[in-house]
T-cell receptor
Framework: QKEVEQNSGPLSVPEGAIASLNCTYSDRGSQSFFWYRQYSGKSPELIMFIYSNGDKEDGRFTAQLNKASQYVSLLIRDSQPSDSATYLCAVNMGGNQFYFGTGTSLTVIP | NAGVMQNPRHLVRRRGQEARLRCSPMKGHSHVYWYRQLPEEGLKFMVYLQKENIIDESGMPKERFSAEFPKEGPSILRIQQVVRGDSAAYFC????????????FGEGSRLTVL
């Protein structure tokens, strides 16, 4: 069974704090990992992808990947109210098959 | 507009009717995915298609649901004899390159079954 798991939340952080979102996946052979943001009533939009172990930074966002632990996370620094959304972890488990977690709802409190 | 185009954006059907949802992938993309999303839930994979081929339909119910991606024209997700439980947002995504993984999503089609 190929699975991607996330804590559903909701996660609340004060404005300016660091939000930490976590994701685990079942298929050890997975090679590519993605974080999507979805505002209520809207479609998912890609914010980060990571292929190699370690950290990848893009502005206020940092993706972290640990393939040995089958774990990927997203850190949002200096959280803003506009970051309030559901964050979906997606894993390409080979054969161009993308599996999504159920998402973590983030609320940034002004 | 070079994005993924879905229509209709909203569709209302009565129980027993058919629903047809259309998706035109981004220009140059030949991989199409359909996902279903219930309120407050994540994206559930339904089917992955390439032109004229169904690659993986493991997430699609065996009955009443079908999908196609013809050589010409959009991909179509067809739901026959709809029931209230089919009410959901159906998202289409496309990808252009194997193994790089980025999916581009359409705005979704929201189906309501009365």
């Amino acid at each position: 069974q190929k699975e991607v798991e996330q804590n559903s939340g909701p996660l609340s952080v004060p404005e300016g704090a660091i939000a930490s979102l976590n994701c685990t996946y079942s298929d050890r052979g997975s090679q590519s990992f993605f974080w999507y943001r979805q505002y209520s009533g809207k479609s998912p939009e890609l914010i980060m992808f990571i292929y190699s172990n370690g950290d990848k930074e893009d502005g206020r966002f940092t993706a972290q990947l640990n393939k040995a632990s089958q774990y990927v996370s997203l850190l949002i620094r200096d959280s803003q109210p506009s970051d309030s959304a559901t964050y979906l972890c997606a894993v390409n488990m080979g054969g161009n098959q993308f599996y999504f977690g159920t998402g973590t709802s983030l609320t940034v409190i002004p | 507009n070079a994005g993924v185009m879905q229509n209709p954006r909203h569709l209302v059907r009565r129980r027993g009717q058919e629903a047809r949802l259309r998706c035109s992938p981004m220009k140059g993309h030949s991989h199409v995915y359909w996902y279903r999303q219930l309120p407050e839930e994540g994206l559930k994979f339904m089917v992955y298609l390439q032109k004229e081929n169904i690659i993986d339909e493991s997430g699609m119910p065996k009955e009443r649901f079908s999908a196609e991606f013809p050589k010409e024209g959009p991909s179509i997700l067809r739901i026959q004899q709809v029931v209230r439980g089919d009410s959901a947002a159906y998202f289409c995504a496309s990808s252009g390159t194997l193994n790089t993984g980025e999916l581009f999503f359409g705005e979704g089609s929201r189906l309501t079954v009365l």
